[in-house]
């Protein structure tokens, strides 16, 4: 992984802490911006070391809510599913190629496809996990929670990340 | 061996997100009192609903005599229903004679503050020095943390946990728990509890040596408890020695009215002013 992209991550967690964690819309719309770290890992990434940063990931994202396990567990169960969504989105890579694949230069419709349908998985995942039942608040949060992170994720990764990488 | 490490070594991709995950849901539920409590909660409905099933197969072949026991204890509680009623009759022409005040509203009569919830022992534990029994009644038909748990013989213990359905009790035969209680012919107080040997038999604690105590006496709840009603029956006094360490109390040996081995119909006690002692009761620690 590049050093610059390395740093990139780094301060989109330390944003996510300090300023997105803050950015919670009604009570029912989270802003989970640093999940765009965790699907923009390097694919040749062995998978051990792909979850095992995952779940630090999330560990860190609970401590700083003070809810333990919960993004931990929802971040490892996304990632898990995130290569397996690659391949089925982009039918022109097989999983032999993943090396040479570049998510940088993909179209904005690839980028849609990729993030929100995951960015709804882990939304519907964390919810059913805080609350441990699903009822229409739940259903409410999981929606509004998608479509926020969705939202700012697609703008973040158009407009500073993607730019930037393909340069 | 070979072929276990080959296992391993050929999932160990799997058997490494099943360990994260593992740890994962570990934290999720130790760590956050929500996810805590639904856990536990979960897990005594499912021991509940077991040991229901269980006990509905075991109680078939009780039934007669079960049936005998409840009878016998209707008819008693009738009589005492009725003796009441006389008994407070009386008491209101008794009251100095006056024609337009010949017989007393029923609101200066003295309303007791414990109610009753019948339930049934689903499981219970005797042989070890913590035991616990688990009740077919849970905070959807109005059961709390430390409510009294009785037989029709004598007292059982305190409820400590509750789910919806299902409530978990800290028994009399639990070296933790200690009863107010007293010397139904003295009124002198002292404290029960079970030394974790004998089931039949606990120990009336800090009754001074200068009181004389008689082999036969009675031993009743006190009004120190909030749990259950004054003058509930407990045991009757069976052998009383000289402390061996010196300690200015006797050593009190009581043989337990309710037997625990065929424990099965309760009441659990409601205290209609539970919330009220509880609340003065944290007043003092305002003024320690």
């Given at each position: 992984m590049p050093l610059r992209l390395f740093a990139v991550f780094?301060?989109?967690?330390?944003?996510?802490?300090?300023?997105?964690?803050?950015?919670?819309?009604?009570?029912?719309?989270?802003?989970?911006?640093?999940?765009?770290?965790?699907?923009?890992?390097?694919?040749?990434?062995?998978?051990?070391?792909?979850?095992?940063?995952?779940?630090?990931?999330?560990?860190?994202?609970?401590?700083?809510?003070?809810?333990?396990?919960?993004?931990?567990?929802?971040?490892?169960?996304?990632?898990?599913?995130r290569n397996s969504w690659i391949y089925i989105i982009t039918p022109q890579i097989n999983p032999n190629d993943k090396i040479d694949f570049k998510p940088f230069s993909q179209s904005f419709g690839w980028s849609l496809a990729y993030f929100t349908p995951l960015i709804f998985f882990y939304s519907l995942i964390y919810h059913l996990l805080a609350d441990l039942q699903f009822t229409l608040n739940t259903f409410w949060k999981f929606f509004a929670t998608g479509f926020y992170t969705s939202t700012l994720v697609l703008l973040i990764y158009t407009l500073f990340i993607k730019t930037s990488e393909k340069r | 061996m070979q072929r276990l490490l080959e296992l391993f070594f050929r999932y160990n991709n799997l058997l490494f997100f099943i360990f994260?995950?593992?740890?994962?849901?570990?934290?999720?539920?130790?760590?956050?009192?929500?996810?805590?409590?639904?856990?536990?909660?979960?897990?005594?409905?499912?021991?509940?609903?077991?040991?229901?099933?269980?006990?509905?197969?075991?109680?078939?072949?009780?039934?007669?005599?079960?049936?005998?026991?409840?009878m016998k204890e209707n008819i008693e509680l009738k009589q005492k229903l009725v003796q009441t009623q006389e008994a407070l009759n009386a008491a209101r022409y008794r009251i100095p004679y006056s024609r337009k005040f010949n017989l007393l509203p029923d609101s200066l009569f003295p309303v007791s503050v414990f109610?009753?919830?019948?339930?049934?022992?689903?499981?219970?534990?005797?042989?070890?020095?913590?035991?616990?029994?688990?009740?077919?009644?849970?905070?959807?038909?109005?059961?709390?943390?430390?409510?009294?748990?009785?037989?029709?013989?004598?007292?059982?213990?305190?409820?400590?946990?509750?789910s919806e359905n299902y409530s978990l009790g800290m028994s009399l035969l639990n070296k933790h728990?200690?009863?107010?209680?007293?010397?139904?012919?003295?009124?002198?107080?002292?404290?029960?509890?079970?030394?974790?040997?004998?089931?039949?038999?606990?120990?009336l604690e800090y009754v001074p040596l200068h009181i004389p105590v008689q082999v036969g006496d009675t031993v009743i709840t006190s009004s120190y408890s909030?749990?259950?009603?004054?003058?509930?029956?407990?045991?009757?006094?069976?052998?009383v020695k000289d402390p061996k360490d010196g300690q200015g109390f006797h050593e009190i040996l009581v043989l337990l009215a309710t037997d625990f081995?065929?424990?099965?119909?309760?009441?659990?006690?409601?205290?209609?002013?539970?919330?009220?002692?509880?609340?003065?009761?944290?007043?003092?620690?305002?003024?320690k």
């Open positions: 780094l301060m989109i967690i330390f944003l996510q802490i300090f300023f997105f964690n803050a950015l919670t819309l009604f009570d029912l719309a989270y802003a989970f911006v640093f999940i765009i770290v965790l699907l923009l890992l390097p694919l040749d990434w062995d998978y051990k070391w792909v979850i095992s940063l995952a779940f630090v990931v999330g560990i860190i994202m609970d401590i700083s809510v003070l809810k333990l396990g919960i993004h931990a567990f929802t971040s490892v169960l996304m990632v898990t599913l | 994260l995950q593992w740890i994962s849901l570990y934290l999720v539920f130790r760590y956050n009192d929500f996810h805590h409590e639904v856990l536990g909660s979960y897990l005594i409905s499912i021991s509940g609903y077991i040991q229901e099933k269980n006990h509905a197969i075991r109680s078939y072949f009780l039934l007669a005599e079960e049936n005998e026991k409840l109610s009753f919830i019948p339930g049934r022992i689903v499981q219970n534990s005797i042989y070890d020095p913590y035991n616990f029994f688990l009740v077919n009644k849970g905070t959807k038909h109005g059961v709390y943390k430390e409510m009294g748990v009785i037989s029709s013989d004598g007292v059982v213990g305190i409820i400590i946990e509750t728990l200690r009863i107010s209680s007293k010397i139904k012919s003295t009124n002198i107080h002292g404290t029960i509890h079970w030394r974790g040997n004998n089931p039949k038999i606990v120990h909030n749990f259950f009603p004054e003058g509930y029956h407990i045991g009757k006094i069976i052998e081995y065929k424990l099965e119909n309760i009441y659990l006690v409601q205290n209609q002013h539970h919330t009220e002692i509880q609340t003065l009761k944290q007043r003092i620690l305002q003024y």
